[in-house]
């Protein structure tokens, strides 16, 4: 596994998202057996870094990420639980009520990284901030982020958090640069932000681009693998598949570790441009 090391915190490069993890916005209890068996073999493989959030499953994500925590008996201090607020959560009080029903959910005494999970209509940093921030000097969170946020509100978070903005959770994988067109990225690496790419290997295209069958051929790899080492190859940038079956769980872990060169990488980069697929 590689890492990322930013502000004293040491991050896997991949670590496990749990979209769908015990229902979609709903709790779908049909779902628990397999969302269980999921997050154990994450467990057991060696995930360490974990992203829920209220919005999954409307809360039943982080009851089961806490379960699975604690009938795995692994320690929580050798965990990195990242949660997140809904934008219809952003106002000074419910910022509060938001965090403690999610530790109530876990079962924790805190969470290592709360974001601020989209940018909500009409919401106003100034009044929210004063929440997490206060959260973070009651020790209930350790670091804070945001999600879903372009370079202007990114920059204002920064100016109204008492502590770095750990990271900009967004949508980033071969095919969708828009973060990377924006200026996100850019800004992220250069000012110690790490950018935790979500939707990573979530493209119709994934198996039959040229570029990438003949580079999963070179690495005897699978798409889905070389699509995340190249998002992992790059600076300040970690990602979170997500997955329920125990192999692709372990093919996700695996991928940290494939070495692409520089030129692979520019292929890669370039591999969705109009005529490459």
Wanted: charged share 25%.
């Amino acid at each position: 596994m590689k890492y990322e090391t930013i502000h004293k915190i040491t991050l896997p490069k991949i670590g496990f998202g749990t979209w769908k993890i015990g229902g979609e916005a709903l709790p779908n209890p049909a779902w628990d057996t397999k969302s269980l068996a999921a997050l154990r073999s994450a467990l057991e493989i060696g995930y360490t870094h974990f992203d829920t959030a209220e919005y999954y499953a409307a809360g039943h994500s982080e009851e089961l990420v806490g379960r699975a925590v604690r009938e795995s008996n692994t320690k929580r201090e050798n965990l990195f639980i990242t949660s997140k607020v809904s934008p219809e959560h952003l106002n000074y009080d419910d910022v509060f009520k938001s965090c403690e029903n999610s530790l109530r959910r876990l079962k924790m005494d805190y969470i290592d990284l709360y974001l601020i999970h989209w940018p909500g209509r009409g919401m106003k940093l100034e009044k929210t901030f004063p929440a997490l921030n206060k959260l973070v000097r009651d020790g209930k969170v350790k670091h804070l982020g945001v999600s879903n946020f372009n370079l202007k509100l990114l920059k204002q978070s920064q100016g109204y958090s008492e502590t770095p903005i750990l990271t900009n959770q967004v949508p980033y994988s071969l095919p969708d640069h828009s973060y990377v067109e924006n200026g996100v990225l850019e800004y992220c690496q250069q000012n110690d932000i790490l950018v935790t790419a979500y939707s990573p290997v979530k493209f119709r295209s994934i198996r039959v681009n040229k570029t990438l069958k003949e580079i999963t051929n070179a690495h005897s790899a699978t798409p889905f693998q070389i699509a995340l080492a190249w998002l992992v190859m790059q600076p300040r940038v970690i990602t979170i598949p997500t997955s329920f079956d125990p192999q692709h769980i372990k093919e996700n872990f695996d991928a940290a570790d494939i070495l692409l060169s520089a030129d692979e990488m520019t292929r890669l980069g370039n591999a969705w441009n109009k005529g490459n697929v």
